[in-house]
């Protein structure tokens, strides 16, 4: 029987949910939606099948992590570095600790449908079964530009092997991809913590990956590690990576504009809000009244003492602010 050890990544900001997400409240930690669960909650819960649960995190969100998921254990990274080190962190931490587990690797701050165990238990089988990287792949039901896509290739029945990891496309590109049967990346992935370790010495986490492994100098190895991607990092290097694909509805919620797709009205609303001959709009606030009248497809959200307008088809562009604040020390 295969232990299962869900490994949840709660380190990052979710900067494109900003003013509710900001570097003091992070988005793995908001509640969106019809559900009074933040995020983390949620993820922590759907895992709960899991034989044991961690959470990769910062420094500054330790304490907050362990609050609202007091049954697992807390690693905390030595320095935010995306998700390449996180993981490799995780992965050694995990092998220390419990060397028989596999890990099924999940973000905090996505949105599931139901379904997410069936596919997760036939992920963390096959990852200990074949000792692939297993990647969780969901079928795309429009030709999103904001994901990166798996390319499947041989057939395995309950899996397939991965032929290519497609970047994030243009348009015309996504529609292709929907059509040869790709899937979206979700970010959520099983396997053994010696399985990844091995190939994360392919690439630029291999400093990283001695380091770890030797136990020396490991807080010095995270500084000179650049910030890096698992995918780019591990993934898209490895000889041998696998793709179960997802029996579940999945939004990773990125940025303002998929609230509406999680809506069941004309308009996403968040907290007290009113619409007036307006559709297509996120209306969102904390303990203030949000009103729109005769306008449509916006965001106008205020969370604290911010507020921020922009149309949703820019919710992208909410990074540029982000960006801007962080320059000016503001955000």
């Given amino acids: 029987m295969v232990t299962t050890a869900a490994v949840l ?20 930690f908001l509640a969106l939606g019809d559900d009074d669960r933040s995020l983390l909650r949620r993820t922590a819960d759907r895992a709960g099948f899991a034989d044991e649960l961690f959470v990769v995190t910062r420094e500054s969100y330790a304490d907050r992590v362990r609050d609202i998921v007091p049954e697992a254990t807390v690693l905390v990274e030595p320095a935010g570095r995306d998700t390449g080190p996180a993981l490799a962190y995780a992965a050694s931490q995990l092998r220390d600790r419990h060397p028989d587990a596999t890990m099924l690797c ?3 701050d996505h949105v599931v449908g139901e379904g997410f165990r069936d596919t997760a238990e036939t992920a963390v089988d096959v990852a200990a079964r074949t000792g692939a990287l297993v990647t969780l792949g969901v079928e795309p039901d429009r030709p999103a530009t904001g994901y990166g896509y798996v390319q499947p290739g041989v057939d395995y029945g309950d899996h397939y092997a991965v032929e290519q990891f497609r970047e994030k496309p243009d348009e015309a590109t996504a529609a292709d991809l929907l059509e040869e049967g790709c899937y979206w990346n979700a970010g959520m992935f099983a396997w053994t913590p010696d399985a990844f370790l091995d190939a994360a010495r392919a690439g630029p986490l291999a400093p990283l990956v001695d380091a770890l492994e030797t136990e020396t100098g490991v807080a010095d190895a995270f500084e000179d590690t650049e910030a890096v991607s698992v995918d780019y990092a591990v993934l898209e290097r490895a000889d041998d990576v696998r793709v179960v694909p997802a029996a579940f509805k999945w939004d990773d919620v990125g940025a303002w504009d998929a609230l509406l797709r999680l809506a069941d009205g004309e308009n996403a609303t968040l907290g007290d809000t009113l619409a007036v001959d307006a559709s297509g709009n996120v209306l969102a606030s904390d303990d ?44």
């Fill in 288 to 331: 203030k009244h949000v009103s729109v009248v005769g306008a449509d497809d916006l965001v106008v959200a205020a969370f604290d003492d911010r507020v921020l307008v922009v149309p949703t088809d820019d919710a992208q562009r909410v990074r540029e602010v982000v960006a801007q604040l962080r320059e000016d020390g503001l955000f």
């Fill in 106 to 108: 999940l973000p905090s």
């Fill in 9 to 28: 990544l709660a380190g990052g900001t979710g900067t494109r949910l900003y003013p509710a997400s900001r570097s003091h409240r992070p988005k793995q």
